[in-house]
Nanobody, 125 residues
Framework: QFELVESGGGLVQVGGSLILSCKYS????????LGWFRQSPGKEREFVAS????????LYSDSVKGRSTIHRDDASGALYFGMNSLEPEDAAVYYC??????????????????WGQGTQVTVSS
């Protein structure tokens, strides 16, 4: 089992920005694709962003593309996700995940195997 610990959630105003962090300590995760999902009440968990191991290949969902950045610092065992211009629809529990990048007929997609406990992001108007 690999431990992923998120932090950085909280209350953000509409139009504001946030930075989420995820700490990981297992050396095995250095070879994993890491990413973020989010889940709002009554909705399914949805992919947000991912970053590959070594190649740093990044993927973003259409809902956050252009206003977010994902970055990993394997030396310190940390994954970061920054997003600006927050909207009420961005309010959710954000989960850090580790898995693999799959390449299918519809392009690459992140398949998670391990999850963090999640961090709540609330967006106020």
């Amino acid at each position: 089992q690999f431990e992923l610990v998120e932090s950085g959630g909280g209350l953000v105003q509409v139009g504001g920005s946030l930075i989420l962090s995820c700490k990981y300590s297992s050396r095995a995760l250095l070879h994993a694709t890491l990413g973020w999902f989010r889940q709002s009440p009554g909705k399914e968990r949805e992919f947000v962003a991912s970053i590959g191991a070594s190649t740093d290949e990044t993927l973003y969902s259409d809902s956050v593309k252009g206003r977010s950045t994902i970055h990993r610092d394997d030396a310190s065992g940390a994954l970061y996700f920054g997003m600006n211009s927050l909207e009420p629809e961005d309010a959710a529990v954000y989960y850090c995940a580790a898995g693999i990048l799959e390449r299918g007929s519809h392009g690459p997609s992140f398949r998670p195997f391990y999850w963090g406990q999640g961090t709540q992001v609330t967006v106020s108007s």
